[in-house]
């Protein structure tokens, strides 16, 4: 199974780009996760519907064909890591490619919201973009280390 973490926007600060790339890094061969990265679309004069639609087909030609599609939206289901682990576990078991979306700052048009097979929020809260890639990354890194009785998660 390839698990991909496709994220709207660029020129994120640096230490988000270290903090994500290092969990990324200490992913195990069989989680390995690549992280893909779509422009954001420019927002200036234009309504939320038409940005929305535009970054929807960028990030639809980044989305392998028959994979599963898990977004990242304020308004889906909030997850312990545990639970999250359990995803993970039942994920890997099925062998099929996984794509871990998150939206830009508009959210994702209401199709690809409605193709998800998943819609995960890690917190109520608004959080900023780079921030929810490394907190994303972490927390897979996590739950993958649960599932292997790796100590970096205690409870």
């Known amino acids: 199974m390839k698990l991909t973490l496709l994220a709207v926007g660029h020129r994120m ?8 790339a290092e969990y990324l890094k200490r992913l195990p061969h069989e989680a390995r996760m690549t992280l893909v990265t779509v422009k ?5 004069g234009q309504p939320v519907a038409t940005i929305r639609s535009r970054e929807a087909a960028r990030l639809r030609e ?3 064909a028959g994979s599963r599609l898990v977004v990242l939206d304020e308004h889906g289901r ?13 994920w890997l078991a099925a062998g099929k490619d996984t794509v871990l979306l998150i939206g830009g700052a508009d959210g994702l ?3 690809l919201l409605a193709r998800a097979e998943h819609q995960l ?15 994303l990354a972490e927390q897979v890194y ?5 599932l292997r009785d790796h100590p970096y998660h205690r409870e």
């Open 13 to 20: 600060p640096a230490w988000a780009e270290q903090a994500t």
């Open 40 to 44: 954001p679309e420019r927002r200036i």
């Open 62 to 64: 980044k989305i392998p």
């Open 78 to 90: 909030q997850t312990s890591t545990r639970e999250l682990a359990g995803l993970l576990a039942d």
């Open 109 to 111: 048009a209401p199709e």
């Open 121 to 135: 929020a890690l917190s109520r809260l608004t959080l900023p973009h780079a921030l929810v890639r490394v907190l």
């Open 142 to 146: 996590r739950a993958i280390s649960m």
